[in-house]
């Protein structure tokens, strides 16, 4: 007990003394501080959608379903379908943000057959032409509508 003891008040007497160092050597005067890193500026708000905005996201949905399903049944087009995405991002991705929602829009349409088409049967390549029909139906309405 008496080692014990005499243990803990080193201890302590240890600390109190190297406590006030600590805490001198840890505080840096201010002006010896260095400055706070500068913010990088906020990036500029992003321009807002134009009209056809919701439909273009559409037919990103169904260009990354056809990419999948193209490529399942080993179409020959079937890179076409990337190809074709990959122009539309160059054409209206004109802000991060943009490319970023054009992007995930192919990206849920790919994934949505992923998850439910293993093999190319015959409801692949039904499920295939009505969204090549849909597409087709909603490309021509958007150039119609909004030139292009």
Not at 10 to 17: F, I, K, N, P
């Amino acid at each position: 007990m008496r080692r014990g003891a005499r243990i803990a008040v080193l201890l302590l007497a240890g600390l109190t003394a190297a406590g006030p160092a600590l805490a001198q050597s840890q505080r840096a005067p201010a002006a010896s501080r260095p400055a706070p890193p500068a913010k990088e500026p906020a990036p500029p708000p992003e321009p807002p959608p134009p009209p056809y905005e919701p439909q273009l996201l559409k037919l990103a949905e169904i260009i990354g379903s056809l990419s999948y399903l193209r490529t399942l049944c080993a179409a020959r087009e079937a890179q076409d379908w990337r190809d074709r995405m990959a122009a539309l991002i160059e054409a209206e991705g004109r802000t991060p943000q943009r490319r970023e929602r054009l992007t995930s829009a192919y990206n849920r349409g790919f994934r949505a057959y992923a998850t439910t088409h293993r093999l190319c049967t015959e409801g692949s390549q039904e499920a295939s032409a009505r969204l090549a029909s849909e597409g087709e139906r909603l490309a021509t309405t958007l150039a119609g509508r909004y030139g292009g």
